[in-house]
């Protein structure tokens, strides 16, 4: 899944217009990205357009109470998984980078 900001917004300055975003997770429809400084932080989808809305097939998809949907790679599929990351925890730091590493060589953009 891929995603450029609509516009600017003074509010996420960590962002810029017309630059693709590979969506990394979804979480309560907020979408996660690698931001223009390396940081994989959550953003309201109404934020940005669809340039590729496929999903990758081996996500893990599930739904909240009401609806908000939840979806990320299987390594990422874990409760205190990106709390883990952002207190660099080394497994979580690892298995990040591993991931995105080999999503990001994948993704055409």
Same mark, same amino acid.
């Given at each position: 899944?891929?995603?450029?900001?609509?516009?600017?917004?003074? *509010?996420?300055?960590?962002?810029?217009?017309?630059?693709?975003? +590979?969506?990394?997770?979804?979480?309560?429809?907020?979408?996660?990205?690698?931001?223009?400084?390396? *940081?994989?932080?959550? %953003?309201?989808?109404?934020?940005?357009?669809? +340039? /590729?809305?496929?999903?990758?097939?081996?996500?893990?998809? !599930?739904?909240? /109470?009401?609806? !908000?949907? %939840?979806? %990320?790679?299987?390594?990422?599929?874990?409760?205190?998984?990106?709390?883990?990351?952002? /207190?660099?925890?080394?497994?979580? +730091?690892?298995?990040?980078?591993?991931?995105?590493?080999?999503?990001?060589?994948?993704? +055409?953009?």
């Amino acid at each position: 899944m891929i995603v450029k900001l609509k516009r600017r917004n003074p *509010r996420y300055p960590d962002l810029s217009v017309g630059q693709p975003y +590979v969506v990394i997770g979804i979480e309560a429809d907020d979408l996660r990205i690698l931001n223009d400084h390396g *940081r994989p932080f959550l %953003y309201p989808a109404k934020l940005f357009k669809a +340039v /590729d809305s496929r999903r990758p097939e081996d996500w893990v998809e !599930e739904r909240g /109470d009401q609806g !908000e949907l %939840y979806a %990320y790679p299987p390594q990422f599929n874990r409760t205190g998984f990106f709390e883990d990351f952002f /207190d660099a925890k080394p497994t979580a +730091v690892r298995a990040f980078w591993h991931v995105m590493n080999e999503r990001l060589a994948a993704a +055409v953009l």
